[in-house]
């Protein structure tokens, strides 16, 4: 009798090309994303080695980290920024590698094309040079990131060198109440189990709340699965997943969707597939979150108080301590109300039309608070033309807030796009790490509906307030 597996044991399984007792296996990649920031140093690698792609139809590149998104042009764009630009151009050009480009109507973040284009399918391997790869295991794929060394040696294989994981399994069960989103679950796992609980595992979430999700919530809760210590983070395909596919650019067709649906229909863990590790969150109490320190583990819902110093180890009171000196925040105080300078809806967490939607829905026919920056940066142009036909632009320009072209924006400061020392930002992203948006910036995570509702007042709001 076969022993049940999970989705993660099925893929890793199927993608294996050599194991050993004494090394790192082998395994095949179906799909490899590229961008500016991580891919300049590998194709120099292989050009100095006189090696080609191996693949080069499996390997897919954009523009998203350094390009501006005041406009479309590289006018606005610093030196570095135009170099990586030119620079990915050219390796394209001269590696037969499809690209994305500033001109493009595909182009957008890497982890919202993937999925828009039909690239990402169930049961692949997909691999990139950003940690942010696990977006990607929404549709039932084993993808992670990658470093620069790996991005040279998947051009060069098509393979990897790869340690197996061990398997956690993330139940949410309940139904969301009213206001609280897929933000907020994942928030809500990683306050839990802190940023090291899924080390060595890939996480497989699971559950009724999990199963009434769209995409777009399925992809923010395993774009997270990285900041809670994950290898990756996975969701077995069903009627949802199959029915966003169909239809897109790369997906299968005709005879081919049949036969793919089918395959598809296999992936999901087998009853009794026994997990390495498990827990289990009932979202039916939840509220929505938002984070108070550096890391996306200092969360709390949105009427709790940030906790006390004491009654922790000495390294966990100094790590707070710490966290609340960068914020400038005190202990055992309420951050709900506190006032904030900026904030940006956008990253490859929460950009896609319902986050954008869930935003306008809080911004109709208000105006920011006095003083208050608005940024909201869809996550491919595509998404912003659709934004634009529903008039999503339109109700966050009359409410006072900025629209722009498709990129990583605000999410890394690195395009521009940042925070001056000392502002407080609530923010879609999915890091609050110090400086991550500006040089001594103060970054709060949390939902769309509750960064918008935070703009509407000057400070952190309860959006279910003003929904």
Known sequence: MTQPKTLYEKLWESHLVAESDDAPSILYIDLHLIHEVTSPQAFSALREKGLKA????????????????????????????????????????????TLYDAGSDGRGIVHVIGPEQGYTQPGMTIVCGDSHTSTHGAFGSLAFGIGTSEVEHVLATQSLLQAKSETYEVKFEGELPFGVTAKDMILALIAKIGIGGGTGHVFEYTGEAVKALNMDGRMTLCNMAIEGGARAGMIAPDDVTFAYLKGRTHAPKGAGWDAAVAKWQKLPSDEG?????????????????VTYGTNPEMGITINQRIPSLGNKSEAANSSLEKALNYMDLSADSPLKGHPVDVVFIGSCTNSRMSDLRAAASILKGRKVAEGMR??????????????????????????????????????????????????????????????????GGRTILASPYTAAASAITGKVTDPRELI
């Not at 390495?276 to 979150?289: F, G, H, N, Q, R």
Request: glycine fraction near 8%; charged fraction near 25%.
């Open 273 to 289: 597939a026994v997990y390495d590790k498990a827990v289990t969150i009932d979202v039916s109490t939840l509220e929505p979150m």
């Open 54 to 97: 191996r693949r080069p139809e499996r390997t897919i590149a954009t523009m998203d980290h350094s390009t501006p998104t005041i406009s479309l042009d590289y006018e606005s764009a610093d030196e570095m920024a135009v170099i990586q630009l030119n620079q990915i151009t050219q390796n394209c050009a001269d590696f037969g590698i």
């Open 374 to 439: 608005l940024l909201v940066v869809p996550g491919s142009e595509s998404i912003r033309k659709e934004a634009e036909g529903e008039g999503i632009d339109k109700i966050v320009r009359d409410a006072g807030g900025e629209w722009r072209f498709a990129g990583c924006s605000m999410c890394l400061a690195m395009n521009g796009d940042e925070l001056e020392p000392g502002q407080y930002a609530v923010s879609t992203s999915n890091r609050n790490f110090e400086g991550r948006q500006g040089k």
